[in-house]
């Protein structure tokens, strides 16, 4: 097979349980590496890091000589350039995280240990569990409607919501996404007016949470429109659990096929914050990002045209020798670990700070748990995302 293949192969189903050999394929191949739908793959992480902090490279799909359907609402601030992207942001963190909300994030801790007990409750020798629906995603869920303001009850609506919006977003080279796409903007628009209408309820009944900062916002200068309140508000309920579940889940599957370490983590749990940086690294939950060029642009002697799709490699960037030593290795202690696992540059992860509080309690739970555990199947089945990869079920008998 030839190299502007690549990117076919890496986003093929029959490649999801392993796609490292293709990452090192890309990166022998690159580090710039033209694909037969016209695309360019990038997987180094020196290119990788260049281009996510370069002012040249938008994010916005929107900036594509081929942008896609017309009439597509104005993306959430994750996939906009700056200046925009800039105050959207800031507004978004107003309620979640420091200047403005220095102690949010810090005082979920409690409910976070809180929801992983009870889940914990479920959980005895003998028995046979899946770490994705039996924990791995009622945690994060839980948290997010939590600090949103939505009620839990309502989860089977948006889980049905937010499997249609990723499944839009994911990267499948050379298929026609007509219908992929409408459907995904026809959830992302219920949804966004699912949410808009919950914050409503909260205009001048102000809670605790972080839909009703938003509506109640004094400042007329700081306050999101209706449109991108919803926009905002779909984008946070989304981020703030998908990668989070492929994170916990990714980190039982790694642990579990390393005894050595889990045992080391069991004996030493002062090692869990570096681990969870290696797990984002090793078994990255975010695996490929979309980019355009608003410039020619030279990388690496290659001249990458103004508006063409550049597909951005995170995780083989995060496994490249050039960058790690021993890359392919599952280092817990692993020292120098700037990993991609939250994305660099201007749209670095806005909920990092909730993921790594999230992971570390987790898996510290559950590490107590898995010393007699195994894998009931390996490799688990995975979901179809290719950029958000992860198992889809992971099933362990304790």
């Keep these: 097979m030839t190299a502007d293949t690549l990117l076919e192969r890496i986003t093929d189903y029959g490649n999801r349980p392993d796609p490292y050999p293709l990452y090192a394929e890309l990166r022998e191949a690159g580090p710039v590496v033209r694909q037969t739908d016209g695309s360019y793959l990038i997987g180094t992480y020196h290119e990788v890091a260049a281009l996510l902090h370069d002012p040249r490279i938008s994010a916005d799909p929107r900036s594509r000589t081929d942008p896609g359907p017309s009439g597509e609402a104005k993306p959430p601030f994750l996939r906009l350039d700056d200046p925009e992207h800039h105050r959207l942001r800031t507004l978004a963190m107003r309620p979640f995280g420091p200047p403005h909300s220095p102690g949010r994030v810090d005082a979920m801790r409690g409910e976070i240990a809180r929801i992983t007990e009870e889940l914990l409750e479920g959980l005895q020798a003998g028995r046979q569990i899946d770490v994705v629906d039996d924990f791995a995603y009622p945690l994060p869920v839980s948290v997010i409607c939590r600090l949103l303001g939505v009620p839990r009850q309502d989860e089977p609506l948006f889980r049905g919501w937010t499997d249609t919006v990723v499944a839009s977003a994911d990267v499948r080279p050379a298929e026609d996404t007509t219908e992929r796409d409408r459907e995904g903007r026809q959830a992302r628009a219920e949804m966004g007016q699912y949410l808009v209408d919950l914050a409503e309820q909260r205009r001048g ?65 002062e090692l869990l914050p570096r681990a969870i940086e290696e797990l984002l690294r090793y078994e990255p939950p975010v695996h490929l990002r979309e980019r355009t060029p608003l410039a020619d642009v030279d990388v690496a002697g290659t001249t990458v045209p103004k508006g063409t799709s550049v597909v951005l490699a995170l995780a083989s960037g995060s496994r490249d020798p050039k960058r790690f030593d021993d890359p392919d290795r599952f280092d817990p202690t692993r020292p120098d670990n700037e990993h991609f696992g939250f994305g660099s540059g201007i749209h670095l992860c806005y909920g990092a700070p909730l993921a790594r509080i999230e992971a570390q309690t987790a898996l510290g739970a559950l590490i107590p748990y898995l010393g007699a555990a195994g894998l009931v199947q390996d490799p688990p089945p995975y979901r179809q995302n290719a950029m958000l990869r992860g198992p889809r079920h992971l099933a362990v008998q304790l």
């Design 205 to 269: 009944q102000p809670t605790d949470d972080m839909l009703s900062d938003f509506v109640n916002e004094p400042d007329p200068a700081l306050r999101l429109s209706r449109e991108e309140l919803a926009e905002t508000a779909v984008l946070l309920l989304i981020a703030g659990h998908e990668t989070t579940v492929n994170l916990i889940t990714n980190g039982v599957l790694t642990l579990l096929r390393h005894p050595d370490q889990l045992d080391r983590l069991r004996r030493e749990p």
